[in-house]
């Protein structure tokens, strides 16, 4: 073996291994992003459901306290109207009568909630004002509160107004006869001791099952989301793999092709081989360069460009291409318009757009293209390319699927434009690359695409 041969073949064994080993990293990257996306999701919705059961239960435990609470208060305001409940009823054994069958037991029973107890274990006092002044407070049932600060409380909300609600750990109502307005005041501090640890302990247990559910989505997420990642690792390598492997067929072809010319003469069948095949490697060459962008090894060289002048040289061309294909290319590029880009990918988005739209402009009509500072708000810096056509037809549904790979408005996929689909994928790959963005829109038969630098 020579050693011309030897080092040729060192160095396609290099490059593969290089390629390999990106795409490794590349999928591994993937799976990492993918596998965030998965956990950060689940739980989501996890810490949504949880929030909505803890809130849903202690919503309804504190509605329940509430609840009895108000009854109570109620029953005390009833006692006002008729026989006093507090005057405890007593034992009547010569007519076989306890206290729960008297006048107090049967008032209860139209409380819900209520026992033959509840009078016995309430706590509550209350606070009577007259023309602002207080005039009356009862605070023998509670021994917590004295009757300066009962009618301090009662005072106080007196002014503001309030009528009902808490008041610290109690809870309290308004009875108003004539001019004179009663506070009556029930102590919930068991109550709502009781809710507040009740609340503690199912805000702890909901975050210990929290982590626990973490722990298991973080483990389980790697096999879930392997098929995806090996699914998306096999696509990538099918579309490197054979677009290295179609480049070699194609050179054969194209060289048996100039043979046959040298050897014939040119022919309409020969000039038709020589388009189809620099039709397929121009195909591969982006089909390469999209899955060197899913990499992340495009390889691109930012620096400071003129971008003015970099798009004026790439639009030249197509002055001419456009009149060969019966329309007109119109430009308006800005001066000194200049941005940290590579100078050989927007020359290669430039052409791309321009191309496409000597494709499919309407006959006859006038392509424009412009260059232009992006305007204050879209970022210090920024630069707009647009290209303007018109078309015959818009085409129908989301126009932003015209980036998509593959994707043509025309469904017969006719050979006659000589598109294949790819073209304005690569646009967007190339733009996001440089941190800008490719976005297009219609408006009659107008059809506008606008790249973001």
């Not at 050979?415 to 976005?439: F, M, P, Q």
Request: charged fraction near 20%.
């Amino acid at each position: 073996m020579s050693a011309s041969a030897w080092c040729k073949r060192m160095m396609e064994r290099f490059h593969a291994a290089s390629s390999s080993t990106g795409r490794a990293n590349s999928v591994d990257a993937l799976g990492r992003r993918l596998r965030r996306k998965f956990i950060l999701v689940a739980m989501g919705a996890v810490t949504v459901v949880l929030t909505l059961i803890i809130a849903g239960i202690n919503i309804v435990n504190y509605s329940h306290v509430c609840k009895m609470a108000d009854t109570r208060l109620d029953y005390i305001l009833a006692g006002k109207d008729g026989i006093d409940w507090r005057d405890e009823p007593k034992d009547d054994p010569a007519n076989g009568k306890d206290a729960g069958d008297g006048q107090a037991g049967v008032r209860i029973g139209h409380f819900e909630g209520m026992t033959a107890e509840s009078p016995f274990d309430t706590r509550y006092f209350t606070v009577t004002i007259d023309a602002g002044q207080v005039v009356d407070v009862n605070t023998a049932r509670i021994a917590a509160v004295g009757a300066k600060r009962a009618a301090s409380i009662a005072a106080k909300l007196h002014s503001k107004g309030w009528v009902s609600g808490f008041s610290g750990n109690y809870r309290y109502t308004t009875d108003v006869q004539d001019d004179e307005t009663t506070y009556v005041f029930v102590d919930c501090s068991r109550e709502l001791a009781s809710f507040h640890s009740f609340l503690s302990a199912s805000v702890a247990i909901s975050c210990i099952g929290w982590l626990a559910v973490l722990a298991i989505v973080t483990v389980a997420s790697g096999a879930v989301i392997r098929p995806m990642v090996e699914s998306y690792s096999k696509q990538k390598r099918f579309i490197t793999d054979a677009s290295h492997e179609i480049k070699t067929p194609l050179a054969v072809i194209d060289a048996a092709n100039e043979v046959q010319e040298i050897e014939s003469g040119e022919s309409e069948w020969t000039q038709s081989i020589h388009e189809q095949v620099a039709r397929l490697t121009a195909l591969t060459e982006r089909l390469v360069f999209l899955a060197r962008m899913d990499e992340g090894s495009a390889g691109f060289t930012m620096t400071s460009i003129a971008l003015s002048e970099a798009v004026d040289k790439a639009a030249a061309p197509f002055e001419s291409v456009a009149v060969s294909r019966g329309k007109r290319l119109s430009t308006s590029i800005a001066s000194g318009v200049r941005a940290h880009a590579d100078a050989a990918a927007v020359a290669q988005v430039v052409e791309l757009l321009l191309d496409n739209a000597t494709r499919y402009a309407s006959e006859g009509s006038v392509i424009e293209l412009s260059l232009r500072a992006a305007s204050r708000g879209q970022g210090k810096g920024a630069a707009e390319l647009v290209v303007s056509n018109a078309v015959d037809e818009l085409p129908e549904g989301d126009l932003d699927r015209l980036f998509d790979r593959f994707y043509r408005a025309d469904v017969s996929r006719s050979s006659k434009t000589g598109g294949s689909g790819v073209g304005l994928s690569v646009v967007r790959a190339i733009a996001e690359a440089h941190g800008g963005s490719a976005s297009v829109c219609g408006h009659g038969n107008q059809i506008t695409f606008t790249v973001r630098f």
